[in-house]
């Protein structure tokens, strides 16, 4: 793994969630975008080189919203940039972690992107990005 990719914070609304944050960071959401295939629209900060995720759901279904029916808003995964997705999912996976995803998947800001299950990393969801290059 290469580093901290993003922070990705669970909210109930952009709207309300935006604003307080470029209060917090002292600067501006610099991109906002739907990922249809995960229910979910989501808004970027970045302060130095950190970067921060906003997830808001797009359904009463998604995987946001039913995150924060359990356990309120508030951080939901972190995002490690790898530089070969495929190869990191395998090694991972031999050294016995369970994929979420058996194949990465769009994500969010240009990304393939795969999830480890949060039961085998002390309960953090652990999200793997590559920059996509198409």
Not at 53 to 71: A, D, N, P, R, W
């Amino acid at each position: 793994m290469l580093h901290i990719e993003h922070i990705g914070i669970a909210v109930k609304s952009l709207e309300t969630s935006v604003p307080l944050f470029e209060k917090l960071l002292n600067t501006a959401c610099y991109k906002t975008e739907t990922v249809t295939g995960e229910q979910v629209n989501t808004a970027f900060f970045k302060t130095g080189i950190n970067k921060i995720e906003l997830l808001e759901s797009t359904s009463e279904e998604g995987v946001i919203q039913k995150f924060i029916e359990k356990k309120g808003e508030g951080i939901h995964h972190i995002a490690f940039a790898v530089e070969n997705i495929y190869d990191e999912m395998k090694r991972l996976q031999d050294a016995g972690f369970r994929l979420l995803n058996e194949t990465p998947k769009h994500g969010a800001d240009n990304k393939l992107v795969c999830f480890l299950h949060p039961k085998d990393s002390n309960g953090v969801l652990i999200e793997l990005c590559q920059d996509r290059n198409d």
